[in-house]
């Protein structure tokens, strides 16, 4: 059995919906950035997959590369924020955020 192009875009769409139902049903701040990074990875896989299945050329591995270092900024950013609000409200529950509204 050969591995082909339907068999990756049915991977990264399952990486995508795992990593949607993490950033929707999570409270925890950390697991929604999982979720985010979740979501970044299957952007990654359907690049690499379309690259090498169209072009056969490294297009894709240039994006991916582009988008990983997108996902580290979000994550160093997205933990810095976490630190912050933890240091404020002693948790990372996403739901005690909702005071920063007053």
């Known amino acids: 059995m050969e ?3 339907t068999h990756y875009l ?3 769409a399952t990486v ?5 139902y993490t950033v929707l049903t999570r409270r925890n701040a950390i697991s ?5 990074e979740l979501i970044l990875n299957s952007a990654n896989i359907n690049y690499v997959a379309f690259a090498h299945y169209s072009s056969g050329g490294v297009d ?4 991916a590369i582009f988008v990983i270092m997108l996902a580290a ?15 404020i409200f002693h948790t990372i529950d996403v739901g005690a955020m909702e ?3 007053e």
């Open 73 to 87: 900024a979000e994550a160093a950013v997205g933990l810095a924020i976490v630190l912050a609000i933890f240091q």
């Open 32 to 36: 929604v950035l999982m979720g985010v």
């Open 16 to 20: 995508f919906c795992l990593g949607l």
């Open 60 to 63: 894709g591995q240039i994006y």
């Open 3 to 5: 591995i082909g192009l």
């Open 10 to 12: 049915i991977l990264g």
């Open 99 to 101: 005071t920063l509204k």
